[in-house]
């Protein structure tokens, strides 16, 4: 199954920075996807990265708040702007192999906690 | 719309013995695919067990079975043998082509404690 490196693993930010998170997969991937888990929640689908195209951002998100960068196959990040504590949650990325057997991998996740 | 609702928040089961973990799901594409991940307290997202819309037998892995009622639209999670370990929250996903990027979309989790 693919790796994926996720970084960083936790932060502590303060309200209205930004953060940027990278996540760089082991082969090259088609589709990446980015995810928040608000406390206590499951996950949220925030929007699909394609490479040399722009970000599909699910109802809810905005390109403002949450831009993606997809540079090439095997990376993108995810930045979260102009934070207040509403925006702490773990956001992960996650990318589909297409084999079955390993399902979507997930990178280790970025736990954010915005003061 | 694509749904999948876990209706049990929380779950205890003793060391050693076997636990149900429900899941239903709602979708109008024939061709779906269905997807259970642990979460322990470190946040990862651990991948257990796929169950494909045209697999014919349930799927397993290790300690780890889906029962799959098609028709019923549940494909609910069995551990056996339950260990300590496995105390975790669990999820489960569904994919569909309803949505060419063919996300993956959550339920909102069992949390499961096992009792020494």
């Known amino acids: 199954s693919a790796v994926i490196s996720q970084k960083p693993s936790r932060d502590i930010c303060q309200r209205g920075t930004s953060l940027t998170i990278q996540c760089q997969v082991d082969s090259q991937v088609t589709m990446m996807f980015w995810y928040r888990q608000q406390p206590g929640q499951s996950l949220t689908l925030i929007a699909t990265?394609?490479?040399?195209?722009?970000?599909?951002?699910e109802s809810g998100f905005v390109i403002d708040k949450f831009p993606i960068s997809r540079p090439n196959l095997t990376f993108s990040t995810l930045t979260v702007s102009n934070m207040s504590p509403e925006d702490s949650s773990i956001y992960l990325c996650s990318v589909d192999r297409h084999t079955n057997s390993y399902g979507y991998t997930f990178g280790s996740g970025t736990r954010l906690t915005v003061v | 719309a694509q749904k999948i609702t876990q209706t049990q928040p929380g779950m205890f089961v003793q060391e050693k013995e076997a636990v149900t973990l429900d899941c239903t799901y709602d979708t109008s594409d024939p061709s779906y695919g269905l997807f259970w991940y642990k979460q322990p307290s470190s946040g990862e997202m651990i991948f257990l067990i796929y169950?494909?819309?045209?697999?014919?037998q349930n799927a397993t892995e290790g300690r780890y079975s889906l029962n799959f009622q098609k028709a019923r639209k549940s494909a609910n999670l069995v551990i056996s043998a339950s260990q300590l370990g496995d105390s975790a929250m669990y999820f489960c996903a569904m994919r569909d082509r309803m949505d060419s990027s063919y996300k993956l979309i959550f339920g909102s989790g069992t949390r499961l404690l096992v009792r020494p």
């Open positions: 990265a394609n490479q040399g195209s722009e970000a599909t951002y």
């Open positions: 169950q494909g819309s045209y697999d014919q």
